[in-house]
């Protein structure tokens, strides 16, 4: 009778591990508005395939114009949309705090450009949601370094 209560601990303390479910799934489809440094609104919509990531990149969602990152441990959710860039024109890399995708109106920083410049740009993104903690210094930080706004939205499951 004594193993159970010697068990409880140890399933009691795997259940409260699981990790949460994430907000993104396979088969989503995404909204990207956004609003480039120089004032240009754009949106585009990120249609995830159906399948899961792999295991080799487990964050990894794929989508018919670039990908959805998830890093739970990072706190961020980063949507790519590379479709334009990779034919000459502009690509989108719209990162936001995973923990704010909940709240209506809740902002991200937007990289935009050509391909070439979109590794640089998207460091300076994660800097920013790095050192800032309140939308407004988000904002300042993004302005100062020629950085966009941007929002991720959910459509609804038909």
Known sequence: MR???LLLPLLLGSALAAPAPTPVQPGQTWTLSATTFDGEVLSTALRLTAAPPTPTAPGTYRAD???LLLDATADTLIALDLKDAREGGLGLACALRLSTLVQPGATGVLASGPLSDLP?????????LDVT????????AARELRLGQCTLTRAPTP
């Open 3 to 5: 193993l159970p209560t």
């Open 120 to 128: 640089a740009a998207l460091e300076r993104v994660l800097a920013v």
């Open 133 to 140: 903690r309140t939308p407004q210094e988000q904002a300042d």
């Open 65 to 67: 114009r670039g990908s």
